[in-house]
Structures are given as C-alpha cells and as structure tokens.
C-alpha cells in the first residue's frame, strides 16, 4: 500500500449512497492514472498540513486550491449536487454558483487538514469499478489504530482521471448530502440563496479571511 499522513476532523455526515455495478479490479495500465490525483491530493494536504495554523488560512487555501481543481471535478460535483435545473440557469448564476462552489470545497479542506498529529493515510493498491467509474479506496488511520475509509469515485473525462464524489467510511456520499441542502435553498430562495450560503459558510471556515 502507499502510505501517506494526514490529519481528519471528524466524519462527513449524511445518507448512504448505493452503488450499482460489478466490482472489478481496475486494467492494470489504467491503476496509476486513476490513483494519481488522489495521491497528488493527499500531498498538498500535507503541505498544508505541515504548514500549520501558523501559516495564515489564506495563504494554506492559495496552496492547496490548484491541488483540488486537480483531483476533482468541481463543475462535475456541482451539477449533480444540484440536478436537472443547473442546465436552465442562466450563464451569469452558474459562474456565480461555480465560484461560491470552489471556494467552499477549498476552504472546507483547508479547515479540515489544519495539522499534522500523526495520522496516515493508506491509498489501496488496486481500484474499484462501479460502471464506467473507479473507486479509490483509502483509510485513514488515526494514531490510535482505528480507521475510517475514505473513497473517492473517479470519472475519466478530457482532463483524465478526476473525483466526483467522496465516500465517507466507504458509503456516505458527500454529493448525496449535498443534494439534499443544495436543493433545499434553491426552492427557498432560488441560485443567489445558495451562493450566500456557500459564501457564508466559506468565511465561518475560515475565521472570515476566505
């Protein structure tokens, strides 16, 4: 396995996503280009990890966001957390919503991955097919022993190999929860309802300096 360290406050929360498909290992020549985003993400945590809460939270956010538009797919993520009505929105509140979405994400990992404590995090050898996507499994492994599983569901796209999902303890679908709040303020208060709160919640993680 490759090992790497990282830090995780606490477990996503939601509901459970299902996953339908044959659970093949992945074609060995493709193994390498499905991993190496996640092992690219999990150095930048590191980075930022090291850097500590010593290092201001906007200068660990302008490390580690080219990092995240690496390894996943924001617009990709963004669009399915929100469904069929992103394809009418107007092209102004999509960019809108595309940049409130990305700062959020950022920040959200900045506030999560804020130091080192010895923690690591083991990436699986061998990936996991769902359909035409791979699953990449890995465990966090916390200085006590216990572990939780942390996946991430890769879409190949002109871009190559990038995530689209996050699987809390190998299920909990970080675009299923999502889902459920996005859409939950677009029927109370349309696109700009969504965008404050994305905004809102960025600024809360970091300390108002995001």
């Known amino acids: 396995m490759r090992t790497f360290y990282c830090r995780r406050r606490g477990a996503m929360a939601g ?3 299902v ?4 659970a093949l290992p992945a074609r060995a020549t493709d193994t ?3 991993i190496a985003p996640i092992q690219h993400l999990i150095d930048g945590l590191l980075q930022i990890m090291k850097a500590g809460p010593a290092t201001p939270f906007r200068q660990r956010f302008g490390m580690l966001a080219p990092v995240i538009d690496h390894a996943f797919d924001l617009a ?3 669009q399915e957390s929100i469904g069929a009505s992103w394809a009418i929105l ?5 960019t809108m919503l595309t940049d ?6 950022v920040a959200s990992y900045v506030n999560s991955f804020d130091g080192f404590d010895g923690q690591r995090f083991e990436i699986a050898p061998n990936t996991r097919a769902v359909g035409t996507q791979q699953v990449v499994q890995t465990q966090i492994i916390l200085r006590s022993g216990a572990s939780h599983a942390l996946d991430y569901v890769m879409r190949e796209g ?3 190999w990038r995530a689209v999902d996050v699987l809390a303890d190998g299920a909990i679908s970080r675009v299923a929860v999502q889902r459920s709040d996005f859409r939950r303020l677009l029927v109370r208060g349309g696109p700009q309802a969504l965008a404050d709160s994305l905004r809102s ?9 995001s």
Do not use: H, I, M, W
């Not at 996953?19 to 044959?22: E, F, Q, R």
């Open 76 to 78: 990709a993520v963004l």
């Open 100 to 105: 409130a979405f990305r700062r959020y994400t």
């Open 201 to 209: 919640k960025s600024s809360d993680l970091s300390d108002g300096s």
């Open 32 to 34: 390498d280009a499905v």
């Open 90 to 94: 107007p092209s102004e509140q999509q």
């Open 19 to 22: 996953l339908v498909g044959a």
């Open 158 to 160: 002109e871009s190559g």
């Open 15 to 17: 509901v459970a996503a």
